[in-house]
């Protein structure tokens, strides 16, 4: 590298040489489309088919893909598209709100927890605890105290993962708070509250990010699962687990009422992972090279 290049690069504000590094790397390319494809298809679902998802049509129920019905119908002659464009918006809306509530409180608690020692202990303890348990089997825990429903959902599993990001915060504070810097800051008489907003959650913020990528995709495997043991979205409310639910019954004469569903499912979690995993070699220092 040139030193005109070197200038060049050092002159560029951060966002815009994560944006460029970005851009370079396949799995963040690749993963941003698709990711982008299940969010349009959220917003201008209605305007892609003129079908409601609770309509009936006993006369069409369980016909096949056709002109009428791109992905044909249910049990109950309700047009299986736009079931299923409902359920991303249903999915999309529980990954979104799981990841805005685990980075809160991952990030209140792996700050309290990596920067005073005290509170270090009993903390992570009650966090160990909790990842104790199977993530699905918790949430079905959970879901049973509470009750089915989408918000309930959002509840459980935002407590079944906000230890994972607790754990990811925490080794970064633990790291951080000794550095030469956050020492300079401390003697020269900044408070804790000061030291933390200005030093040490933007250091916090790149970890963050991937693990809260890999969060939503978590969340809406999870919220499948729920949906599709009957603890998650109540039916008639589309949702792709209990889409597949109502499908598993009629697998030998109308399988695709299991395949199309299951193939959003496996499309939006693939992307989610693959910007995650890009994400995450976009951000390595270690990478940079």
Not at 109 to 121: H, N, Q, R
Not at 147 to 168: D, E, F, K, M
Not at 201 to 207: A, G, Y
Request: hydrophobic share 50%.
């Amino acid at each position: 590298m040139t030193d005109r290049q070197v200038t060049r690069v050092r002159s560029e504000r951060p966002f815009m040489v994560f944006l460029r590094r970005a851009r370079r790397n396949r799995l963040a390319r690749v993963g941003f489309i698709v990711v982008t494809i299940v969010i349009l298809a959220a917003i201008f679902g209605p305007m892609i088919t003129p079908y409601d998802p609770q309509d009936m049509d006993f006369m069409a129920r369980l016909s096949g893909p056709s002109a009428k019905h791109w992905l044909g119908t249910d049990n109950y002659g309700r047009d299986l598209l736009s079931r299923i464009l409902g359920g991303t918006r249903i999915s999309l809306a529980v990954g979104a709100s799981v990841m805005a509530a685990t980075t809160l409180l991952g990030l209140v608690f792996g700050l309290l927890a990596g920067y005073y020692k005290s509170l270090d202990g009993p903390m992570m303890r009650v966090m160990d605890a909790m990842m104790a348990f199977p993530a699905t089997l918790l949430a079905v825990a959970i879901m049973a105290a509470l009750g089915p429903s989408t918000s309930n959902a959002v509840y459980a599993l935002a407590i079944v993962y906000t230890p994972r990001v607790v754990r990811v915060v925490r080794s970064t504070v633990l790291t951080i708070k000794n550095a030469e810097y956050v020492q300079a800051a401390r003697a020269q008489g900044a408070t804790d509250l000061r030291i933390l907003v200005r030093h040490v959650i933007p250091n916090c913020l790149s970890p963050l990010l991937v693990q809260e990528t890999f969060i939503f995709a978590y969340a809406i495997l999870a919220e499948a699962g729920l949906s599709f043991v009957g603890a998650g979205s109540p039916p008639p409310t589309p949702s792709w687990g209990n889409i597949l639910s109502e499908g598993r019954t009629y697998m030998r004469e109308a399988p695709w009422l299991s395949i199309f569903p299951g193939l959003a499912i496996a499309a939006t979690v693939l992307g989610l992972n693959l910007t995650g995993d890009g994400l995450r070699d976009v951000l390595d220092p270690r990478m940079k090279k």
